[in-house]
């Protein structure tokens, strides 16, 4: 068990096998606090995301950061995380926020990161999880993003953490 503030004073004690990430709160989404810890039922913490990340992984030795759009980092179970996830070109352009050069699976939802494919398959695979080799071919990537977008994702915040950060209004409601 490790011990957490909440955003409101309170000390929760918490399972670190319950968090399934962490990343540093956002003031321009609203969020309270310093850490955002997911997988809790109220996300926001005090704490420092780095000593969250740090506590966890004294519990969990599979939880590890990689680098968010932005360059700050998120921390999540690499044991159950999958990836890659192949990212259309057109998001792989650079934004006012970062660059998104990959993505993986966290739980049932999509983290865009700023590190490229093999960086992602290598930590994957190097903590257990399910890695599968990175696309190289373009033609198979081509035709592995049309079958993705034929998906039915109904609402991109469903679908991706963090997704109001990387997604525009009108591609959301989608």
């Not at 000390?11 to 989404?29: M, S």
């Not at 939880?63 to 998120?74: D, E, H, R, T, Y």
């Not at 890659?84 to 970062?98: L, N, R, T």
């Amino acid at each position: 068990m490790i011990t957490l503030t909440r955003f409101d004073g309170v000390a929760v004690q918490i399972k670190a096998t319950d968090i399934v990430r962490v990343r540093q709160t956002e003031a321009d989404l609203g969020e309270k606090g310093n850490s955002r810890v997911d997988g809790l039922i109220i996300p926001f913490y005090n704490d420092i995301p780095s000593a969250v990340a740090t506590a966890v992984h004294a519990e969990v030795a599979s939880f590890i950061s990689l680098a968010q759009p932005g360059g700050k980092p998120v921390w999540f179970n690499g044991a159950k995380a999958s990836g890659p996830v192949p990212v259309a070109k057109v998001d792989q352009e650079p934004m006012p926020y970062g660059q998104i050069r990959s993505a993986l699976m966290i739980g049932d939802k999509i983290q865009y990161v700023n590190n490229t494919p093999d960086e992602v398959y290598n930590v994957i695979l190097a903590q257990g999880g399910h890695a599968e080799p990175p696309i190289k071919s373009a033609q198979h990537a081509i035709e592995v993003m049309a079958t993705l977008s034929t998906l039915s994702l109904g609402n991109a915040g469903d679908v991706i953490w963090d997704a109001q950060l990387y997604i525009t209004d009108a591609a959301a409601d989608m």
